[in-house]
Structure formats: structure tokens, C-alpha cells
């Protein structure tokens, strides 16, 4: 069974860090991009930050970038989000997902498997 499960979030003061994990179970990394989405209440689900299995490139929303680092452990079949000098506006459901290919994606019906997602909340 294709799965995916997120952990690490949690409660964390404005400019406090918080590490996600993805682990995957059902299928490997090679030949697919995970990605990090997240949705805040009354919000559409928007996209993070995306790895690619092809050639490792990354991508980041212009709201995380140079705060969030995205990598990977492929002898671990787990994907991590270190998010740094989070803000209150960074709160939200983090979901994790598997795009349909090995190259860089962002929107969410390029993802075909998800997580269960992980809360993260940011006080000011």
C-alpha cells in the first residue's frame, strides 16, 4: 500500500523552528517529486516547497523561501521541511504529497497520493 505519514509538527513561538517528516511506505523516491503543501482554516490548500527525484532541484513559495529548506533521506525513504523563523502566518494543516512524476510540481492535482497532514501552530 502506497502511503505516506507526516510527524514533527507541533506549538512554536514566532521565530522558533520546527523540523516535518514524510515517511513514505509502498513505493520509493526514484521516478517521483514530493512535495509540501499546507492549508490554514478558511484558506485554499497552497503549495510549499517541492523536491525532485530527477535531479534533486528544489522549489520554494516566495512566502517560505530562504525559512524553509526542504531535503531528503532516500535510504530512509523520508522527506524533512526544517522550517525556521516561523511566523504566525505560517499556521496551518502540512500535508506531504507524491507527484504523478520525478519533476518539480506545485499545484495539488499534480500530486496523487497524500498524508494525513500534521498541525502547526505559531504563536506571536
Known amino acids: 500500500e502506497v502511503q505516506l505519514v507526516e510527524s514533527g509538527g507541533g506549538l512554536v513561538q514566532a521565530g522558533g523552528s520546527l523540523r516535518l517528516s514524510c515517511a513514505a511506505s509502498g513505493f520509493t523516491f526514484d521516478g517521483y517529486a514530493i512535495g509540501w503543501f499546507r492549508q490554514a482554516p478558511g484558506k485554499e490548500r497552497e503549495g510549499v516547497s517541492c523536491i525532485s527525484s530527477s535531479d534533486g532541484s528544489t522549489a520554494y513559495a516566495d512566502s517560505v523561501k530562504g525559512r524553509f529548506t526542504i531535503s531528503s533521506d532516500d535510504a530512509l525513504n523520508t522527506v524533512y521541511l526544517q522550517m525556521n523563523s516561523l511566523k504566525p502566518e505560517d499556521t496551518a494543516v502540512y500535508y506531504c504529497?507524491?507527484?504523478?512524476?520525478?519533476?518539480?510540481?506545485?499545484?495539488?492535482?499534480?500530486?496523487?497520493?497524500w498524508g494525513q497532514g500534521t498541525q502547526v501552530t505559531v504563536s506571536s
Open positions: 504529497a507524491r507527484a504523478r512524476t520525478g519533476r518539480i510540481a506545485s499545484m495539488a492535482g499534480q500530486f496523487d497520493t
